[in-house]
DNA sequence: ACTTAACCGAGACGGTACGTCTGGTCTTACA
DNA sequence: TGTAAGACCAGACGTACCGTCTCGGTTAAGT
């Protein structure tokens, strides 16, 4: 989160920022969050737990949900990137999607689900949650995209953007709005029926 | 919501629930939502606009999100059933998807979105804007498929809820999670995508 | 408590009031008193408790004070009056400020001193309070006073009044301020004390 | 009320408690008082027009009751220690409840009988009200006493506790219970009865 | 028998204050 | 300067009662 710039003639002047406490902190914020949900999840608390001050939080993170956010992303994203690429973009695709739904159905797309909630409020906390959460995940899910077109399986004049859209919009309405479920059976006749219009043309 | 007690044998005991007050704090719920978000909506503001006891308020709502719910569901609802049907079953979905497009881009778009995102914490109120608001909108949509299904325009074998998520979802994830714009052009490659994967044949 | 003036050709028009309902309501008053005192006693739960409605409380008593009042006038002040008449006034006296502690110590002491406490903000209820319960003792007392001063055992020219607020007023004191105990050994040196300088002039 | 916790080798950490805020909310609770009596002194009122937030007053105060006495206290009692010792005890004495009942007579006695009144339902507040407004009283008066039977104007074996409650006690009952009036007339009545009880030899 | 009027239980109503809770800021002493 | 502790303001929360009101229905007396 906050960056400390190093001056070229050694360091800050002052007491450094203590990581010891920061990641007291963050583990806190994380273990708050599994236990409870977000409904659970106060700054006071966090701090009681990490044995920090509030201000300590507040000065480093502008928010509870940036908080909030970043615990996630420490303790839940490591975990979560690890599909190797085939020769087959499409089964590459394939499995990403798979797997994007299989995070959504646990405990973790529970927490991204409160997240994803707390940034309607909360425009800050949305762009971090976007930028450092979904957005890497897209990339990789473009990099697949531009393969499979490179290899002919999807439409040269197809706006990746929409495709990923198409294959991945349904997850979050299952997962926000409709709580329908997202099996592995779903998923695979949306892969269907994306993938079949991504192949050929218009009728 | 209203509870409805009608024995056989005549009404309730005890003073009848007041219409009048009902409908005062429906007003001044929808107007504080409009005005400030949720973020201004509060049972303490609505009491006081609507020339209510909190009480009163806690007696027919279990929570804030269900009144925030029924609020938006009696004031904008009604405004929003517009798509007539044509003899293209085609045509008519394109529209509804693109009308499904225009309510989210605007203000009631951004109400529905807090709505949803208050729903994460609170199943009650998601549940109650899930039957009340998304349903109707769906099945009036699995209409319209159904027509396409059996005017062949889509394949017999195609799995019409994952379609009608195909078609959707793509939106709710814009509009809750990347918050990027949700125009018309998107909305046409979408249906391109979408729909060349549900019509008949392959290649 | 409210009078029914009767019309010298019969009695008034329409449903007469219902003296069981106003029974089971006052025996309600007095049992939530004794259960909790006026902490526990709350409109509400007599009427609860009663089997009666609201509207037929206010209906017949002015306040929650009035009805706490003449609950506990029903309920205890008719065990309360036994002092029976001997051949010495004196003796009679002294009889009746022990009887008087005595009932400050006990239960019912506790119902006056919340009932007067209660009256200093509704002086309503404190009027009643001191009409209907206190100065019927009071009266008592006067008598006795009289006789004594009559028969000589206390001076002629002494006021009355003064007398009694000296032999009583302590109680109270003690009762509803210092809280501290009145004891039978306390009474009878504040009586030796009073009684002393009823008898014989200043110095 | 204040906590004082200070240890042997310094001070406790964190921010310490502000005075301003304390003396702020204090005046505020004392003008309620003055302005409405108890009926308009609430914990709201008292926070909102002292500025504070109502967690503040109630870190400090157990109740609304001990806010109420403590700010009498700071604002009256100061001003109400006004009787020199004279070569006359029994002259300071009479001149000391004089003064007691010119303060019940008074805007100041309006105040005292609702915070005993108070009392009766709030242990905590009557301890306070007896032991920071009551006994100082008491204690000056009973050395004024113990100099009256030094110096023979009273009775050697008489119970000093006693001829206090007979002297002040009646005051009590006429302000709490039968708001009669505590004029000059009366009071030395009472006294010349009390007094006369009071003084060595019999008849 | 029919009307009139006051009663009754039930319970919803507006209002007010309660005491609790949390967010985010500020103020200490110490490191 | 950073930190832990913890006080501070602000203000919403959901609850509890107050005293009033509005129903359907009951019980008399007078017609």
Redesign the interface.
């Known amino acids: 989160m906050a960056k400390k710039k190093k001056s070229s003639s050694g360091r800050a002047p002052g007491r450094p920022r203590s990581d010891e406490s920061r990641a007291a902190i963050l583990k806190a914020a994380y273990q708050l969050l599994r236990e409870g949900?977000?409904?659970q999840f106060t700054v006071e608390g966090v701090a009681a737990r990490a044995g920090a001050g509030k201000a300590t939080i507040y000065r480093w993170w502008a928010s509870k949900g940036t908080l909030a956010v970043e615990a996630f992303l420490v303790a839940v994203a490591p975990q979560m990137d690890a599909v190797k690429e085939t020769a087959s973009p499409i089964a590459d695709l394939r499995r990403q999607v798979h797997l994007a739904a299989t995070i959504y159905r646990g405990r973790a797309g529970q927490l991204v689900?409160?997240l994803?909630?707390?940034?309607?409020?909360d425009s800050e906390t949305?762009k971090l949650l976007?930028s450092d959460f979904?957005q890497p995940r897209r990339l990789a899910a473009m990099v697949t995209l531009r393969r499979a077109q490179s290899a002919g399986a999807v439409r040269k004049e197809?706006?990746l953007e929409?495709?990923a859209?198409?294959l991945?919009?349904?997850?979050?309405?299952?997962v926000?709005?409709?709580?329908m479920p997202i099996d592995k059976g779903?998923i695979d006749?949306?892969l269907?029926?994306?993938?079949?219009?991504?192949?050929?043309?218009?009728?």
């Open positions: 949900g977000f409904a689900r409160e994803i909630a707390l940034g309607q409020a949305n976007v979904m197809l706006d929409v495709l859209d198409a991945w919009g349904p997850i979050f309405q299952r926000l709005v409709t709580h779903f006749r949306l269907d029926l994306v993938l079949a219009g991504a192949t050929r043309g218009v009728r």
